[in-house]
């Protein structure tokens, strides 16, 4: 699939990477991947370090209910800052 409005483009890219972040919520055990990290990476441009980082360190974590509320709240937070930051969010 090509698109040739940028603007189609970048709300293809948001769209692709948040799928990939809300799989990594709703999955047990650590969810650290390449795929994680890609979906983190391209959503840069629209989102603070921090609620990045926040994702990735939960992604990682031992504890079973620490990781799924961490990634729960940096999910929320990644779209709250797509939102107003002027991209698209479902």
Same mark, same amino acid.
């Given at each position: 699939?090509?698109?040739?409005? @940028?603007?189609?483009?970048?709300?293809?890219? %948001?769209?692709?990477?948040?799928?990939?972040?809300?799989?990594?919520? =709703?999955?047990?055990?650590?969810? +650290?991947?390449?795929?994680? @990290?890609? =979906?983190?990476?391209?959503?840069?441009?629209?989102? @603070?370090?921090?609620?990045?980082?926040?994702?990735?360190?939960? @992604?990682?974590?031992?504890?079973? %209910?620490?990781?799924? +509320?961490?990634?729960? =709240?940096?999910?929320?937070? %990644?779209?709250? +800052? %797509?939102?107003?930051?002027?991209?698209?969010?479902?």
């Amino acid at each position: 699939m090509t698109f040739t409005n @940028a603007d189609a483009r970048m709300a293809g890219t %948001i769209s692709r990477a948040l799928n990939v972040l809300r799989e990594a919520t =709703a999955t047990r055990g650590k969810t +650290q991947s390449r795929g994680v @990290a890609l =979906a983190l990476w391209n959503l840069r441009p629209w989102v @603070a370090d921090d609620w990045l980082i926040s994702f990735w360190e939960a @992604a990682g974590s031992d504890h079973d %209910i620490g990781r799924s +509320q961490g990634l729960h =709240a940096a999910y929320n937070g %990644i779209v709250r +800052q %797509i939102r107003s930051n002027g991209g698209t969010a479902k």
